[in-house]
Structures are given as structure tokens and as C-alpha cells.
């Protein structure tokens, strides 16, 4: 079985530029999240969908990032336009749902902005 | 007071000895708990979920939940070098369907040979 799968790994980008991320969750997974982490920090949920609703984008900065998943496959979370304070990894998650809540991670893509 | 918080550490222990790794949350309706490994520059694993009071042994991982004192804990026997990495606590705070996860910051663990 495929684990969730993230594009890019890495990006380096000027500030004011755009960017965007891309993630694949494993097959059947309905949830999915996307994660901010910052060095020496946890993971930070940034918005929660389940299937194609996003559910719970409470902790999204929504003045400049913004995400889709418009066939409740694949997502991509996009920033525009990054800030210096952007430079994190931005995980995927998913799960099959449920009480358990048990989320496998993808890779993660780590930005830098200069 | 932050929601889930844990001893960044880093934690030094000899290797073959126990290591114990400690964290605390602050929604005492919390039902779910869990334990991620995370390498440097790698993604988060899961390695042990607890939801009830009482130990869970898992290899020679054991977690232990204590609801009333809002405390988890993670042991590791017969520590190896390769368990060094940041161990990550998470909280699935009060609620039904699959929430996301509250982390804390995670504690740096170092297994010296």
C-alpha cells in the first residue's frame, strides 16, 4: 500500500512569491489534514477535511493561504504571497476516519523563504 | 497553560537503560493519546495509542495513561541508539469523528552507545 504522498520536498522561494503543495493520501482515507511544523516544534494543524468539505479550517491564516481538495482525493494548499515566517514543513496526513484517529504522515514539504 | 506540553529536553540516557518520556494535557475530556516518533528531518510515525487508564505494552515500548492526573507517559527498555528522535505526544481532545490531533513540541531523546 502507497503512504501519502507530498510534492514538492523542497522549495526555496522569495517573499511576496507564491507556492503551492501538493499531497496524495493513501487510497481510501476520507480525512485529511495539512500540518505546519516549525523547527524544534510540534505539528500544527492548519485545516482538516473530510472528504471534499473542509471541516475544521479554524487555524488556517486565510488572508494568504488557502487549500482545496475538490474531488476528496488530492489536496493542495496554496500560500500567496509567502511571508519569511512561512519557512516551516507542511505535512500531509490522513486517516480512514473514526474514533481511533490513527493519522499516517507524509514526507512533507520543507519551505524556505528568503 | 499550553495544551499538551512536554520536557523538550534533550533527554540523555545510556544506552541498554529505561527511558522515560513524560507529557501532560490540559483537556481533561480527552479520550485518545498517542506517541510519534519523528527522525530528523523525517515525517512523524506512529508508534503507541493509548485510550484507557493503565499501562499498554507494546515491545519493548510501554505507554501509561493516568486521566485523573491528565499525565502520559512513554517507556523505552533496553534503549538502543536508534531510538534516538524526537518523541512527539498527541492529544485528540473531547469529541466524536476523527478530529485532528493536538501535539506538543515533542522531547529531543539521545541514546548514548
Not at chain 2, 50 to 73: H, M, P, W
Not at chain 2, 97 to 110: M, P, Q, S, V, Y
Request: charged share 20%.
Amino acid at each position: 500500500e502507497a503512504g501519502v504522498v507530498q510534492s514538492p520536498r523542497y522549495k526555496i522561494i522569495e517573499k511576496k512569491q507564491p507556492v503551492a503543495f501538493w499531497c496524495n493520501p493513501i487510497s481510501g482515507h476520507n480525512t485529511l489534514y495539512w500540518y505546519r511544523q516549525n523547527l524544534g516544534q510540534g505539528p500544527e494543524l492548519l485545516i482538516r477535511y473530510e472528504n471534499e468539505e473542509a471541516v475544521d479550517d479554524s487555524q488556517l491564516p486565510k488572508d494568504r493561504f488557502s487549500a482545496e481538495r475538490l474531488k476528496g482525493v488530492d489536496s493542495t494548499l496554496k500560500i500567496q504571497p509567502a511571508e519569511l515566517g512561512d519557512s516551516a514543513v507542511y505535512l500531509c496526513a490522513s486517516t480512514s476516519g473514526g474514533g481511533a484517529n490513527v493519522l499516517t504522515f507524509g514526507a512533507g514539504s520543507r519551505l524556505t523563504v528568503l | 497553560q499550553k495544551e499538551v506540553e512536554q520536557n523538550s529536553g534533550p533527554l540523555s540516557v545510556p544506552e541498554g537503560a529505561i527511558a522515560s518520556l513524560n507529557c501532560t494535557y490540559s483537556d481533561r475530556g480527552s479520550q485518545s493519546f498517542f506517541w510519534y516518533r519523528q527522525y530528523s528531518g523525517k515525517s512523524p510515525e506512529l508508534i503507541m495509542s493509548i485510550y484507557s487508564n493503565g499501562d499498554k505494552e507494546d515491545g519493548r515500548f510501554t505507554a501509561q495513561l493516568n486521566k485523573a492526573s491528565q499525565y502520559v507517559s512513554l517507556l523505552i527498555r533496553d534503549s538502543q541508539p536508534s531510538d534516538s528522535a524526537t518523541y512527539l505526544c498527541a492529544v485528540k481532545k473531547s469529541g466524536g469523528g476523527a478530529d485532528g490531533l493536538t501535539f506538543g513540541k515533542g522531547t529531543h531523546l539521545i541514546i548514548q552507545p
